[in-house]
């Protein structure tokens, strides 16, 4: 086998581990009690190793739910805002969250 083959199969080796290691989304561990917003969104974000961007007025009176166990930011911040008038995007596919008032 000549080195450029040798060469080849490993940089298609790497790329296949590199890619894998990209492709799957990163889990955390969550534990954050339901209850006012503003305090279970700052600890969502601890508990993420994100930022989160949210107006305070806005969360006045709202309640998310809790979020226990190992799950990705996603689906986490899901759970924790479903059938609340809250929801979220992802700021220009970064580690920055926004909250919005539906």
Same mark, same amino acid.
């Given at each position: 086998?000549?080195?450029? *083959?040798?060469? @080849?199969?490993?940089? &298609?080796? %790497? ?7 990209? @492709? ?5 561990? %969550?534990? /954050?009690? !339901?209850?006012? !917003?503003? $305090?279970?969104? *700052? =600890?969502?974000?601890? =508990?993420?190793?994100?930022?989160? /961007? %949210?107006? @305070? @007025?806005?969360?006045?009176? &709202?309640?998310?739910?809790? &979020? +226990?166990? #190992? ?6 911040? !899901? ?5 609340? #008038? ?7 596919? !970064?580690?920055? +969250?926004? $909250?919005?008032?539906?």
């Amino acid at each position: 086998m000549n080195v450029f *083959r040798l060469k @080849s199969r490993y940089l &298609i080796w %790497f790329g296949c581990i590199v890619l894998s290691a990209c @492709s799957k989304p990163k889990m955390y561990e %969550f534990n /954050v009690d !339901s209850g006012d !917003s503003g $305090i279970a969104l *700052r =600890q969502f974000a601890i =508990q993420a190793n994100l930022e989160i /961007v %949210f107006n @305070s @007025s806005d969360l006045e009176g &709202i309640d998310t739910n809790a &979020i +226990y166990g #190992r799950m990705t930011p996603d689906d986490a911040l !899901s759970k924790m805002l479903k059938n609340t #008038r809250l929801d979220y995007r992802v700021e220009n596919n !970064s580690n920055v +969250y926004a $909250i919005l008032v539906r």
